[in-house]
């Protein structure tokens, strides 16, 4: 049972990109927005999310994307709309575990 058909989410995920094939597949960024969530210690955990053309689902970026965005095309993030983006699947070490994670890739000028 894919329980995101009964909740549903905003985010895209490994497992969306898994079903949906976007791995790979060249993604053109709309806008980058922040959205704070609430972790479960109560503190504060602010994300740049990115949206993509074509796309109801955003993707919120960890730092080592950011780092990747930034590094591409700067801090700023007006400069990031337009830009064309892979997603590639990978491991990450999460809290000492590895997991599936989403890292992008510009796409070549």
């Given amino acids: ?41 109560g503190t504060a955990n602010v994300k740049v999310m990115l949206k993509f053309k074509d796309m109801d689902k955003t993707l919120p970026l960890n730092k080592t994307n950011w780092a990747i965005m930034k590094e591409q095309w700067g801090a700023e993030s007006n400069a990031w709309k337009g830009q064309r983006i892979y997603l590639i699947l990978t491991k990450r070490d999460f809290q000492g575990t590895l997991v599936d994670a989403i890292q992008i890739q510009a796409v070549p000028q």
């Fill in 1 to 41: 049972m894919n329980t995101d058909e009964i909740y549903g989410s905003s985010y895209l995920s490994v497992a969306v990109v898994r079903a949906e094939k976007l791995a790979g597949k060249a993604l053109t960024i709309e806008d980058a927005t922040v959205e704070t969530f609430t972790r479960k210690d």
